[in-house]
């Protein structure tokens, strides 16, 4: 049983700003937040990690409150090629559990 | 960094006859692998969790007999699909996580598209 809720699908035209919110009421203290960007018949790409409060790299942001259970990935100005799948994943990384993928976010990006 | 490969990328076979898909982590050494399969417009479906020099763990519902994994090095482990049929065809993709500080993460291969005819 997947520990995450996301939406189901989302649309947003080129340039805009998209933040995808997750849920994840029973993380655990030790749970990392992870996040994944899939393309059609290709595995899932590594977007962005986080433990609390905010990460930001090249291609994105992620916010986490105080309370952990939610998070957001934060895409700025999108464009058609961000068409694709987005999985939010909880995990304790140090124990080396699996990710146990929910059904994702699709994205579609319009121009 | 943290590049994962998979071979091969496709393959077609006849019904009755064994797959072998390869996993390999190119820049860093895996303790742990994952096996997951992916049916057309559906999620990610954990298979199976696989150590370095001992017996892979399954999912509830995998049979570890049609599915052997092997993860005889740090680098390589291995699906075969045993016996393969129809209902076999799918995407399996595999995952490596590393143990390095910075590393504990799953970082995921292209994937290998399984046609069973």
């Known amino acids: 049983l997947a520990k995450t809720t996301q939406p189901i699908s989302m649309d947003s035209y080129e340039g805009q700003e998209v933040n995808i919110t997750c849920s994840h009421n029973?993380?655990?203290?030790?749970?990392?937040i992870t996040w994944y960007q899939q393309f059609p018949s290709q595995g899932p790409r590594f977007i962005i990690q986080?433990?609390?409060t905010k990460v930001t790299n090249e291609v994105a942001s992620l916010f986490i409150p105080a309370d952990r259970k939610s998070s957001t990935l934060s895409l700025p100005r999108v464009s058609l090629s961000d068409t694709a799948v987005y999985y939010c994943?909880?995990?304790?990384?140090?124990?080396?559990?699996?990710?146990?993928f929910g059904k994702g976010t699709t994205l579609s990006v319009s121009s | 960094g943290a590049v994962v490969s998979q071979h091969p990328s496709w393959v077609i076979c006849k019904s009755g006859t064994s797959v072998k898909i390869e996993c390999r982590s190119l820049d860093f050494q895996a303790t742990t692998m994952f096996w997951y399969r992916q049916f057309p417009k559906q999620s990610l479906m954990l298979m199976a969790t696989s150590n370095e020099g001992s017996k892979a763990t399954y999912e509830q519902g995998v049979e570890k007999d049609k599915f052997l994994i092997n993860h005889a090095s740090l680098t390589l482990s291995t699906l075969t699909v045993t016996s393969a049929h129809p209902e076999d065809s799918s995407f399996y993709i595999c995952?490596?996580?590393?143990?390095?500080?910075?590393?504990?993460?799953?970082?995921f291969g292209p994937g290998t598209r399984l046609l069973v005819l």
């Open positions: 995952s490596a996580m590393g143990t390095a500080p910075g590393m504990e993460t799953q970082y």
């Open positions: 986080g433990y609390k």
């Open positions: 994943l909880v995990g304790d990384n140090q124990a080396g559990t699996a990710l146990i």
């Open positions: 029973n993380i655990a203290t030790n749970d990392y």
